[in-house]
């Protein structure tokens, strides 16, 4: 039996992306012969992308896209952060932000049935998976096409922000997406943060309420009246409200003004924002990080 040295595997990654024990053990089955790993390799890894459509994918990237008054934002999942980085990764990600703003679909089935290089991009996306052996999805996206202007700003690859607005200073769109980066408001007014964000605060406020009445007690303190206690409640929720719509936050690069107030000064209105955060509400997995180790090491003893 040929020998099968580093440099063969390395050659044979170099040419599929596969990852180094595949390479290894298509080189072992194939006796050294680089061709026919190359065909264990397409055969193994084909199949690959269902039994990895299991895995969870809670790392990834955010993507947008725009082109004069349409634009989208795209969230597409990996499983570790290392790919996340790979070059195929981002082109995929930033090609699903073009297919949604130029095609419109209805949702992600739809988009992942939109042509790209003679493929679908669920073809695309498989072979990908095939190809680096991990888990990949598209979770989400949003499109925007408006009458006004649109603005975008990405903090790294992790935070996307998409803002529709209009007034004529461009420069105010893009600042007003990085601080929706930096301050991820839920909504654009209080009067649109959704009702279950609320009862949940108001849930909160109400179990500390009660926790400083039963210290009170113990201390031998007076309590408060119901009435005073409903006046804390509101004041802890218009209190959450305020700090959770962009308008009423105060502006990350001048904080004596609030987002309202500088958007009136530059005559400029936001109709609507999307925030995507990576991962985002995906439980991760958490791995035994020993018995991973331990089971890469007998691995490599097969």
Same mark, same amino acid.
């Given at each position: 039996m040929a020998a099968i040295t580093a440099a063969m595997v390395g050659e044979l990654r170099a040419k599929?992306?596969?990852?180094?024990?595949?390479c290894?053990?298509?080189l072992t089955e194939a006796e050294g012969d680089m061709g026919r790993?190359?065909?264990?390799?397409?055969v193994k890894l084909g199949g690959k992308a269902s039994k990895a459509?299991?895995?969870?994918?809670?790392?990834? *990237?955010?993507? @947008?896209?725009?082109?004069?008054n349409v634009g989208a934002l795209v969230e597409v999942n990996s499983e570790t952060d290392f790919v996340a980085k790979n070059d195929d990764f981002l082109a995929l990600a930033a090609n699903a932000a073009k297919l949604v703003a130029e095609h419109n679909p209805a949702d992600v089935a739809a988009l992942l049935a939109l042509p790209l290089d003679g493929k679908t991009l669920d073809e695309v996306r498989s072979a990908l998976i095939g190809k680096i052996g991990e888990n990949m999805s598209i979770r989400r996206f949003q499109r925007f096409e408006t009458t006004g202007k649109l603005a975008s700003y990405l903090h790294g690859t992790r935070i996307g922000v998409m803002v529709e607005f209009e007034g004529?200073?461009?420069q105010v769109g893009k600042d007003v997406a990085m601080h929706i980066a930096?301050?991820?408001? *839920?909504?654009? @007014?209080s009067n649109e943060v959704p009702a279950e964000l609320i009862e949940k605060e108001r849930s909160v406020a109400a179990l500390k309420a009660q926790e400083d009445a039963d210290a009170a007690a113990a201390a031998g303190k007076p309590a408060q009246s119901p009435e005073i206690l409903a006046k804390r409640l509101e004041?802890?929720?218009?209190?959450?409200?305020?700090?959770?719509?962009?308008?009423?936050q105060a502006f990350v690069k001048n904080d004596k003004q609030s987002i309202e107030q500088m958007l009136k000064e530059k005559n400029t209105t936001v109709k609507a924002f999307t925030m995507y955060v990576v991962g985002e509400g995906i439980e991760k997995?958490?791995?035994?990080?020993a018995a991973e180790v331990a089971a890469q090491m007998a691995a490599s003893k097969q």
């Open positions: 599929t992306d596969a990852p180094m024990m595949e290894k053990k298509a790993a190359e065909e264990i390799l397409r459509s299991a895995r969870i994918t809670a790392e990834g *990237v955010v993507a @947008s896209y725009i082109s004069g004529a200073d461009e930096a301050m991820k408001p *839920v909504a654009l @007014s004041g802890s929720v218009q209190k959450y409200l305020k700090e959770v719509s962009l308008l009423n997995k958490q791995d035994d990080f």
